[in-house]
């Protein structure tokens, strides 16, 4: 017969754990605690100026146009007070309500940094006005800047409408064939548009663009742009005076 006091041994690691219990005192003691830790901290970022704004940092200034002190001074009041209670939308549509902003992006560099990446408007075309400056024209419609001269590059925008596009005002107005031309030189890749000194504008339907060298596109009207700036780029390899891309599946080069 086995032994009981073998049979059913009971060593020391079985012996039970003593559990650790809080009293309600102590549980009140910790919360209170943890509200002050949570409230200090929540004091620390959003009421005190440990963690205030300090500087504004800009990314994205290519142009050499537009300044970090522009972008900084269209945020007003955000530069100022602590960085965890800035409104960062209101920031953004701030800065893009800067004539040459298209597109910003704002957040928070902590701890004292509040930071903005704009995306600058680009001309591809300018409009000469009527006191003979050049307003700058992206490809949106949208006019930012206006300057004594067109910017190097950019084609200018130049109305020299026809007899019958003047009776037809009534059909398409000059707004209407300027946003043509926009549309042109909006579609036109950065090798082309380079070349492009103007958009000439004789009629919706009769579009030229005058290259640099002193070449004519025949353009026709601003439908199927893309398909025409395609067919250009590839004739505008071979030597002439004229590149007739109106038709563009069917296009022609001569003198």
Known sequence: MADPAVADPVGEDDAPVPRLRLSRRGIAVLCALGALLTGGLSWLVFASSALDVRAVAVQGLDSGRLG?????????????????????????????????????????????????????????????????????????????????????????????????????????????????????????????????GAVQVHSYDDIRLQLSGGATVRWGSPERTDRK?????????????????SAPDAPAVSG
């Open 68 to 196: 970090q002190d522009e972008v900084a001074a269209a945020l007003g009041g955000l530069r100022h007070g602590p960085l965890a209670r800035v409104d960062l939308d209101e920031a953004e549509r701030r800065v893009e309500a800067v004539p040459r902003v298209a597109k910003a992006e704002v957040w928070r560099g902590w701890p004292h940094t509040l930071r903005v990446k704009v995306t600058e408007r680009r001309a591809v075309a300018a409009v000469r006005t009527e006191d003979g400056k050049f307003a700058q024209v992206d490809a949106g419609g949208f006019t930012f800047a206006t300057e004594p001269a067109a910017p190097q590059g950019v084609p200018v925008v130049d109305l020299q409408l026809s007899q019958q596009a003047n009776e037809a005002l009534d059909l398409f107005d000059r707004p209407a064939l300027v946003h043509a031309a926009i549309t042109v030189a909006a579609g036109l890749p950065a090798e082309l548009s380079g070349r492009a």
């Open 229 to 245: 700036a395609r067919v250009l780029a590839a004739l505008i390899g071979r030597k002439a005076a004229i590149y007739d891309v």
